[in-house]
């Protein structure tokens, strides 16, 4: 498939161009970090990991995946990202195609173009003359080229960043995070919580819990594997097609621990019946899986009802969404490993409060808004003030405006929470069934509502602002005294802004 454009600067449009090996390498790195830092680890491993780029010519920017599947993905979800990311480091890049390995026309490495085709302008004729590549280790050759020739069974890197040590830990994962330190240090016989199934939004820390479980096990001896989706079917799929299905089946159920990230991607019959036969064959003996997905097993409708009833048999655990104060926590672990490498670096607790209240969906926005911090703070040369943050994250921001809440939908939801009438609500009664929850849609309408406080009492019954004011004032008190109402608040929090 191809993205038509018109090339700029002074390449020949009728051969390759000729930038040299070293630097389209390096650039192609560049990319890939940048698609890396933007989508997050769990999808780009899911989707990126295996996408090289083959050459450049002509403009147009040739890339490979192992399997149909992968290059379909791709080319339906992601294809304008990519190129707009090459485009932002070389600007001749104006089309991308993406092929499959293995298939058509062999796989033709990036390499230099001889002298007299150098392009005389422009991003690409610099690439000439660049730096010789970088080296590729066999373990890292194996991963380009998809994994080994019985099923893929070396598994995809564990990230060294990602282990328990570097990761924060708040209210809403601490249960995540205790389940997978057991799980990971386990050494007596059998399988602990089998299996255990981690399920959270994007950016949450799952993904970091599964690379910590992986390093810890390894580190002790265990054999690991840990697999995104897509490469378990990968592996399997390619395991048929060599006909070494039968030795792929038996080194994977040979493993002590095997690590399955987005399970909510595996598709195919066939391929979704070697999974369930895989995790049964595993649990029965007493080797420990854990799974992670963006659902609970209950809710994974592609699966097979067996394989999810299996799968929801083991220990569950949904890591909750990032409170304000973990939020602060990981901003504050994340801007002082960059002030390491960065000692001028500086940003105040004012700012860090400001963008941990601005930006709330998730790890991975954080982790954009510190780099944002940072290109402001190094390019400009000026220290990050508070409208540097702002500028900084806008886009952050603008992109997750939350709802619009209704005062009614406040009431109706908390009514319905506590057993309670919208009318009860609003009525003058004063017994403790209905104060609790008047006071906390009270609450909720001051924090999740830009109306005013004589506005909230207008539409409580009539009531007067200093009512709602004390209010919000007692709930505020209880939440941070009783930890089941502060869970309990939130909750309602979600569902409304759902």
Same mark, same amino acid.
């Given at each position: 498939?191809?993205?038509?454009?018109?090339?700029?600067?002074?390449? %020949?449009?009728?051969?390759?161009?000729?930038?040299?090996?070293?630097?389209?390498?390096s650039?192609?790195?560049? =990319?890939?970090?940048?698609?890396?830092?933007?989508?997050?680890? %769990?999808?780009?491993?899911?989707?990126?990991?295996?996408?090289?780029?083959?050459?450049?010519? !002509?403009?147009?920017?040739?890339?490979?995946?192992? +399997?149909r599947?992968?290059?379909?993905?791709?080319?339906?979800? &992601?294809?304008?990202?990519?190129?707009?990311?090459?485009?932002?480091?070389?600007?001749?890049?104006?089309?991308?195609?993406?092929?499959?390995?293995g298939? !058509?026309?062999p796989?033709r490495?990036?390499?230099?173009?001889p002298?007299?085709?150098?392009?005389?302008?422009?991003?690409?004729?610099?690439?000439?003359a660049?730096?010789?590549? =970088?080296?590729?280790?066999?373990?890292?050759?194996?991963?380009?080229?998809?994994?080994?020739?019985?099923?893929?069974?070396?598994?995809?890197?564990?990230?060294?960043?990602?282990?328990?040590?570097?990761?924060?830990?708040?209210?809403?994962?601490?249960?995540?995070?205790?389940?997978?330190? $057991? =799980?990971?240090?386990?050494?007596?016989?059998?399988?602990?919580?089998?299996?255990? &199934?981690? /399920?959270?939004?994007?950016?949450?820390?799952?993904?970091?819990?599964?690379?910590?479980?992986?390093?810890?096990?390894?580190?002790?001896?265990? $054999? @690991?594997?840990y697999?995104?989706?897509?490469?378990?079917?990968?592996?399997?799929v390619?395991?048929?097609?060599?006909?070494?299905?039968?030795?792929?089946?038996?080194?994977?159920?040979?493993?002590?621990?095997?690590?399955?990230?987005?399970?909510?991607?595996?598709? !195919?019959? *066939?391929?979704?019946?070697?999974?369930?036969?895989?995790v049964?064959?595993?649990? %029965?003996?007493?080797?420990? @899986?854990? @799974?992670? *997905?963006?659902?609970?097993?209950?809710?994974?409708?592609?699966?097979?009802?067996?394989?999810?009833s299996?799968?929801? !048999?083991?220990?569950?655990?949904?890591?909750g969404?990032?409170?304000?104060?973990?939020?602060?926590?990981?901003? *504050?672990?994340?801007?002082?490993?960059?002030?390491?490498?960065?000692?001028?670096?500086?940003v105040?607790?004012?700012?860090?409060? &400001?963008?941990?209240?601005?930006?709330?969906?998730?790890?991975? %926005?954080?982790?954009?808004?510190?780099n944002?911090?940072?290109? /402001?703070?190094?390019?400009?040369?000026?220290?990050?003030?508070?409208?540097?943050?702002? +500028?900084?994250?806008?886009?952050?921001?603008?992109?997750?405006?939350?709802?619009r809440?209704?005062?009614?939908?406040?009431?109706?939801?908390?009514?319905?929470?506590?057993?309670?009438? $919208?009318?009860d609500?609003?009525?003058e $009664?004063?017994?403790?069934?209905?104060?609790?929850? #008047?006071q906390?849609?009270?609450?909720?309408?001051?924090?999740?509502?830009?109306?005013?406080?004589?506005?909230?009492?207008?539409?409580?019954?009539?009531?007067?602002?200093?009512?709602?004011?004390?209010? @919000? #004032?007692?709930?505020?008190?209880?939440?941070?005294?009783?930890?089941?109402?502060?869970?309990? =608040?939130?909750?309602?929090?979600?569902m409304?802004?759902?």
């Amino acid at each position: 498939m191809r993205v038509d454009g018109n090339v700029a600067g002074g390449d %020949d449009n009728n051969g390759r161009n000729s930038g040299g090996a070293g630097e389209i390498a390096s650039a192609w790195a560049r =990319v890939k970090r940048r698609l890396r830092a933007e989508l997050g680890e %769990d999808v780009f491993a899911s989707w990126f990991a295996r996408l090289e780029l083959q050459d450049v010519e !002509g403009g147009t920017a040739r890339l490979t995946v192992p +399997t149909r599947f992968l290059k379909s993905w791709l080319e339906s979800h &992601y294809l304008d990202r990519v190129l707009n990311t090459f485009k932002a480091e070389v600007a001749e890049i104006a089309r991308i195609e993406v092929g499959v390995r293995g298939t !058509g026309a062999p796989v033709r490495p990036v390499a230099p173009s001889p002298a007299k085709a150098s392009p005389t302008s422009g991003p690409l004729a610099r690439l000439h003359a660049a730096a010789p590549p =970088v080296p590729v280790s066999a373990s890292a050759a194996s991963e380009m080229r998809g994994g080994d020739t019985a099923g893929d069974l070396n598994g995809a890197p564990l990230d060294g960043r990602l282990t328990f040590a570097s990761f924060v830990l708040g209210r809403s994962n601490a249960l995540a995070h205790a389940a997978a330190e $057991r =799980v990971a240090r386990h050494d007596g016989e059998g399988a602990l919580y089998n299996p255990l &199934y981690f /399920h959270a939004g994007v950016g949450l820390g799952k993904t970091h819990l599964l690379h910590g479980i992986g390093h810890v096990a390894r580190d002790a001896g265990r $054999r @690991v594997i840990y697999l995104t989706a897509d490469r378990f079917m990968y592996g399997f799929v390619n395991a048929l097609k060599t006909q070494n299905a039968l030795a792929y089946k038996e080194r994977l159920r040979g493993i002590d621990l095997l690590i399955l990230d987005d399970v909510q991607f595996i598709q !195919g019959k *066939s391929i979704q019946a070697e999974f369930g036969h895989t995790v049964n064959a595993l649990i %029965d003996a007493g080797r420990q @899986v854990v @799974v992670a *997905s963006d659902r609970p097993p209950t809710e994974l409708e592609a699966l097979d009802e067996r394989v999810r009833s299996r799968l929801a !048999g083991g220990l569950v655990v949904e890591i909750g969404s990032l409170d304000e104060q973990l939020r602060v926590s990981i901003l *504050s672990a994340r801007l002082a490993q960059v002030r390491a490498a960065h000692p001028g670096f500086e940003v105040s607790q004012a700012v860090t409060a &400001y963008v941990a209240r601005a930006i709330t969906a998730n790890g991975r %926005d954080l982790e954009g808004a510190v780099n944002r911090l940072l290109a /402001h703070a190094t390019l400009t040369g000026t220290a990050v003030t508070m409208e540097t943050a702002e +500028t900084a994250i806008r886009d952050l921001v603008k992109n997750r405006e939350p709802k619009r809440i209704k005062i009614e939908d406040i009431q109706k939801l908390v009514a319905s929470r506590y057993n309670v009438s $919208r009318s009860d609500i609003l009525s003058e $009664r004063r017994t403790a069934a209905v104060v609790k929850p #008047r006071q906390i849609a009270m609450y909720l309408s001051k924090v999740l509502t830009l109306r005013s406080l004589p506005e909230i009492g207008r539409r409580f019954g009539g009531r007067d602002h200093t009512t709602v004011l004390h209010a @919000v #004032r007692k709930i505020e008190k209880l939440i941070g005294e009783d930890a089941i109402l502060g869970d309990e =608040v939130e909750l309602l929090k979600r569902m409304l802004q759902d």
